[in-house]
């Protein structure tokens, strides 16, 4: 399943995403929002100097203190702690727009995920016995990401902090995992049901075997 070695493989380690908000939670219920905005601000940059000692692009590890900056920023212009969670509910938002569009237009977005890992034939992803897998697949994604945002952005309206950042940290890394091996096992089994060439078939201009099909 290379895109799930990826997402644990790369650039940025998945656990870095889930520190700060935790600590930013739990510096806001004992000392307020200054410090908490401190606080979490001192751990993503603690963890971008880990990560560039360790050989870890630079990009990406500035990437992560820019985000929980720019949080920090509208935690602090607002007043308000759950200004922090904002960019997050925007962002799930956006994907989940993205990828449900992207498959009512019938360009499902999993097709450029798996391309990009694969490089597999961009003709052979847009054939009537493919496709639907990889559109199914999007559509789940995208009401992952809407579910994700709605739950979160009625925490936010209600004002519940610690709620919100328990729900960030449960909906981020460990969802997105369970997403990962679920789409991935669907996928494939949907592939199967439809009967079409392996990517290898295709390039080969082979029937379909029957072999087992990976999305």
Do not use: C
């Amino acid at each position: 399943m290379a895109e799930l070695k990826e997402f644990f493989s790369g650039p940025r380690p998945v656990g870095d995403s889930a520190v700060p908000p935790i600590v930013f939670v739990m510096a806001n219920a004992v000392s307020g929002l200054t410090v908490a905005a401190t606080a979490a601000v001192a751990v993503a940059v603690a963890l971008m100097g880990y990560r560039i000692a360790r050989g870890r692009p630079a990009i990406y590890a500035l990437g992560g203190v820019a985000g929980v900056g720019f949080a920090v920023f509208l935690a602090l212009r607002s007043n308000q702690a759950e200004g922090y969670f904002l960019p997050g509910i925007v962002s799930s938002a956006g994907w989940a727009v993205v990828a449900l569009t992207s498959a009512a237009v019938r360009r499902p977005a999993a097709v450029y995920t798996s391309w990009a890992v694969h490089r597999w034939p961009m003709e052979w992803y847009r054939r009537s016995d493919i496709r639907p897998a990889y559109t199914e697949v999007t559509l789940a994604w995208g009401l992952f990401f809407a579910v994700r945002a709605a739950i979160q952005y009625r925490l936010f309206d209600g004002g519940n902090v610690t709620a919100l950042g328990l729900v960030k940290v449960a909906t981020g890394t460990p969802a997105v995992i369970v997403m990962l091996i679920g789409t991935y096992l669907y996928g494939t089994w949907r592939l199967e049901k439809l009967g079409g060439p392996t990517a290898d078939e295709y390039l080969a201009g082979a029937e379909p075997s029957g072999e087992h099909r990976k999305l």
